[in-house]
C-alpha cells in the first residue's frame, strides 16, 4: 500500500511555488461607514465591515463580485470574509483582489486563507485597538502548486476547492434546516403570545416583578466550580457553554428568569432567557439581568420566560451598528399582558410541548454541523499542508 498522502497523490511530485500575497492579490481597504449613513439610506446590499456578519443592508453598494476580505480593525481582526455580489465593504475590511494573470482561483484562495488564518493573526498587533496592517498582510507567503505549468495548477487548486466546498456545503444545508425549526418554534410561539391592547390588561415590569444585574465573576471562574455561572454565552447556547465558579457572588433560586442585557450588533443573545429550574445551582454574571415574579398566582413565572424571550420590545433597541447595553430602565418598562393564570398555564404547556418537539428533533443537527465543521477543518488541513518554502542556509546546515 502506498504511504503517499493525498495531497502528495494529487500534486504528483511537482513543485510548490510561495509568493508574497502582495505579488498577486491587490489589497485595498473599503470606504468609510458610519451609523448615520446606514440608517439615513436603508436597503438590500449587506455592509461588511468589521466581522463575518453583515453590520447592516444600506441602498448603495461599492464591491461587485470581489467576495474576499480580511478584517483590518477591532475585535474580529484577521478574520476571513466571504461576501458574493454586490455589497458595500466598510473601511475595516481589506478586499483581496486577484492580480491580472495571477494562477489562482478565487475559491481557493479563499479557503487557503482559512487555513493560514492564524499565521495572518500572527501579523496583528493587539496594543490598543488590535490592527492588521497592509504591508504585513502583502508579505504573508502563500503556497501555488506547480507553478510552471498554469493549467495543471488550476486543476489542482478546482480539485481542492470541489472537495472543500462538499463539506461547507452539507454544513450549510444543516444549519439552513435547524434555522428553519427554530423558525416555526418562533412561528407559533409569537401567535400565542400576541395580544391586542385593548384585549387584555397590560402592567410593565416593574409593577410585577423585581429586577436585579449580576456581578462579574472573572476572578472566580474554576473548572470543577459548584456552580454555573450564568452568562450570555450560557443562555444563548441554552446551557451547552458552561462556566464556574465556587463563589456564588450572585445567588439565584427557581423560577427566577435571566435575560441577557448586551449583544452585538444584529445578535442573537439580546433579550434570550433562562428559566432557573433548582436553587443552589447557579450564580449571575454581570449584565445578566435577574427577574423576580412578585406574585406566582398572578403572574406564571414560565410564562413570563416565554414572553420575554426575544420580546420586539426590547429587541427594538438594537440599532443593528453598534453595541447594544440594555438599561433597566428599558427592561423594566416592558409592558406584560396580564392573562388569567389558567390561560398563562395552557399556553405554558403547548410551548412546552413545542420547545420539546423542535429540540427533539433538532437535537441531532447541531452536533451534526459541529461534526461537519471538523471533518472540513481536517481536510482543509490535509489538502492545504504544503511543503513550505526552504530558508536561505537551510540545505548548508543540514549538509554540516
Not at 498587533?125 to 504585513?136: R, V
Not at 428599558?330 to 395552557?346: C, D, N, R, T
Request: net charge negative.
Amino acid at each position: 500500500m502506498s504511504k503517499l498522502s493525498f495531497m502528495e497523490k494529487l500534486l504528483d511530485g511537482v513543485e510548490v511555488q510561495w509568493l508574497p500575497l502582495g505579488d498577486v492579490t491587490n489589497i485595498k481597504t473599503g470606504a468609510a461607514v458610519s451609523k448615520s449613513k446606514i440608517e439615513k439610506n436603508p436597503g438590500e446590499f449587506p455592509v461588511i465591515n468589521s466581522g463575518r456578519e453583515p453590520l447592516g443592508f444600506i441602498n448603495e453598494f461599492n464591491i461587485e463580485n470581489d467576495p474576499i476580505g480580511i478584517t483590518s480593525r477591532g475585535a474580529g481582526v484577521g478574520s476571513i470574509t466571504w461576501q458574493e455580489g454586490k455589497y458595500y465593504r466598510g473601511n475595516l475590511n481589506y478586499s483581496v483582489t486577484l492580480k491580472d494573470g495571477a494562477n489562482l482561483k478565487v475559491r481557493y484562495l479563499y479557503h487557503l486563507l482559512l487555513e493560514m488564518q492564524s499565521a495572518i493573526h500572527g501579523l496583528c498587533t493587539f496594543q490598543g485597538i488590535p490592527a492588521l496592517n497592509a504591508g504585513n498582510l502583502k508579505g504573508l507567503e502563500i503556497p501555488i502548486p506547480c507553478p510552471d505549468n498554469p493549467k495543471k495548477s488550476l486543476e489542482i487548486q478546482a480539485e481542492i476547492v470541489r472537495i472543500l466546498d462538499a463539506f461547507t456545503a452539507m454544513t450549510a444545508e444543516l444549519t439552513a434546516e435547524l434555522n428553519l425549526r427554530k423558525q416555526q418554534y418562533n412561528h407559533y410561539r409569537d401567535q400565542l403570545l400576541r395580544f391586542e391592547e385593548g384585549e387584555v390588561e397590560w402592567k410593565t415590569l416593574e409593577e410585577v416583578a423585581h429586577f436585579s444585574n449580576g456581578k462579574g465573576h472573572e476572578k472566580d471562574i474554576s473548572e470543577d466550580g459548584r456552580y454555573i455561572v450564568v452568562n450570555s454565552k450560557f443562555i444563548s447556547t441554552d446551557g451547552g457553554v458552561a462556566k464556574f465558579s465556587n463563589s456564588q457572588i450572585c445567588p439565584l433560586y427557581k423560577d427566577d428568569i435571566l435575560l441577557v442585557m448586551s449583544d452585538l450588533p444584529n445578535g442573537r443573545a439580546l433579550s434570550k432567557t433562562f428559566i432557573v429550574e433548582e436553587d443552589d445551582r447557579y450564580t449571575l454574571n454581570q449584565r445578566i439581568g435577574g427577574i423576580t415574579v412578585k406574585n406566582n398566582k398572578e403572574l406564571l413565572p414560565k410564562f413570563l420566560h416565554y414572553f420575554l424571550d426575544r420580546t420586539p420590545q426590547l429587541l427594538k433597541h438594537d440599532s443593528g451598528v453598534d453595541q447594544t447595553n440594555l438599561r433597566k430602565g428599558q427592561i423594566l418598562e416592558v409592558k406584560v399582558p396580564m392573562i388569567s393564570p389558567l390561560k398563562q398555564a395552557q399556553i405554558v404547556e403547548i410551548l412546552d410541548k413545542f420547545d420539546t418537539y423542535t429540540k427533539s428533533i433538532s437535537e441531532g443537527l447541531p452536533r451534526e454541523i459541529e461534526l461537519r465543521q471538523k471533518q472540513y477543518e481536517y481536510y482543509r488541513d490535509r489538502l492545504l499542508s504544503f511543503p513550505e518554502p526552504t530558508k536561505p542556509g537551510a540545505k548548508q546546515e543540514a549538509a554540516a
